[in-house]
């Protein structure tokens, strides 16, 4: 994986969450992990294809969830509903839509689905494409008390 595929992911990352929360953020070590991992209770998945082939997925627990999307619409929300779900599915979009457009003017063409967002327990995600995940993990909050988001990038030059 070349860094320059991940250092879009990782600025817009921490840029869209500092912007939209508002919230103290601190970015962790940057690790690698297999190809197969658990997720934590709540995944935004954009797939990429073009030049490059890949996936970025936007992990947290639900906890963390509830606290992203009630500062990002600037009320408490207590229930992983449809406004909860639409709203990480738009953090997704923000985020991708900012590192997709850095990428482009750096001459890299490829196009990105539709965040597809994903709840539940004991949930597993894998890829076939041969290359280790790197992780961006984001703690939020002051002392990291709303939670982290891992942001889960796995890409590869086609062939």
Same mark, same amino acid.
């Given at each position: 994986?070349?860094?320059?595929? #991940? !250092?879009?992911f %990782?600025?817009?990352? @921490?840029?869209?969450?500092k912007? %939209?929360?508002? $919230?103290? /953020?601190?970015?962790?070590?940057?690790?690698?992990?297999?190809? $197969? +991992?658990q #997720? +934590?209770? *709540?995944?935004?998945? %954009?797939?990429?294809?073009?030049?490059?082939?890949?996936?970025?997925? =936007?992990? +947290?627990?639900?906890?963390?969830?509830?606290? %992203?999307?009630?500062?990002?619409?600037?009320?408490? +929300?207590?229930?992983?509903?449809?406004?909860?779900?639409? $709203? &990480?599915t738009e953090l997704?979009?923000? &985020?991708t839509a900012?590192?997709v457009?850095?990428?482009?003017?750096?001459? @890299?063409? =490829?196009?990105?689905?539709?965040?597809a /967002? @994903? $709840?539940?327990? !004991?949930?597993e *995600?894998? !890829?076939?494409l041969?290359?280790?995940? /790197? &992780?961006v993990?984001?703690?939020?909050?002051?002392?990291?008390?709303?939670?982290?988001?891992?942001v !889960?990038?796995? &890409?590869r030059?086609?062939n």
């Amino acid at each position: 994986m070349r860094v320059e595929y #991940i !250092n879009p992911f %990782v600025e817009a990352s @921490f840029n869209v969450l500092k912007e %939209v929360l508002g $919230t103290e /953020l601190k970015r962790g070590d940057l690790y690698l992990k297999s190809a $197969t +991992m658990q #997720i +934590m209770g *709540v995944a935004a998945l %954009v797939g990429l294809a073009g030049d490059v082939e890949g996936r970025v997925l =936007f992990d +947290m627990t639900k906890e963390t969830a509830l606290a %992203v999307a009630s500062g990002m619409n600037g009320e408490e +929300m207590k229930v992983m509903d449809d406004m909860v779900k639409a $709203t &990480i599915t738009e953090l997704a979009n923000m &985020i991708t839509a900012q590192a997709v457009t850095k990428l482009h003017d750096l001459g @890299f063409k =490829f196009d990105l689905t539709p965040p597809a /967002l @994903f $709840t539940g327990e !004991n949930m597993e *995600v894998s !890829n076939n494409l041969d290359v280790e995940a /790197l &992780i961006v993990p984001m703690s939020i909050g002051p002392g990291g008390k709303d939670g982290k988001i891992e942001v !889960n990038v796995v &890409i590869r030059e086609r062939n």
